[in-house]
């Protein structure tokens, strides 16, 4: 979580159109659910699959469109690490390069798809 940190990188935003049906002390409650909270390694759960660890980087990638192909590169291949602590398996570096900024770029049409939370 430092490497996020110290880099700026967004991996959490609440709902900005979205309105909640109840405001609470502890938060907010949507009746109908939203799209639009993003909570990237809230918790100590690992991502398990390729297909989830493609997921986290286009919703990074989404968060963060300042960021460059360079850096976009060098999270990925932060992220992707095992020893890391994010992913739950090892990746070859040839799996990286073809998820990276390129990959992402190219499969955001909008908002990346995510479960009503």
Not at 104 to 113: S, V, Y
Request: charged content about 25%.
């Amino acid at each position: 979580m430092s490497y996020l940190h110290n880099n700026k990188v967004i991996y959490k935003r609440f709902p900005i159109q979205d309105q909640p049906t109840e405001n609470y002390d502890w938060g907010w409650f949507y009746e109908e659910g939203t799209h639009e909270c993003y909570e990237l390694f809230r918790s100590k759960a690992k991502i398990t699959t390729y297909k989830s660890l493609k997921w986290h980087l286009l919703v990074l990638w989404y968060l963060n469109p300042q960021i460059t192909q360079d850096k976009f590169t060098e999270l990925a291949e932060y992220i992707a690490k095992e020893q890391n602590g994010f992913v739950a398996f090892k990746l070859p570096k040839t799996i990286i390069k073809k998820i990276n900024y390129g990959g992402c770029k190219g499969g955001m049409g909008g908002e990346p798809n995510q479960e009503l939370k």
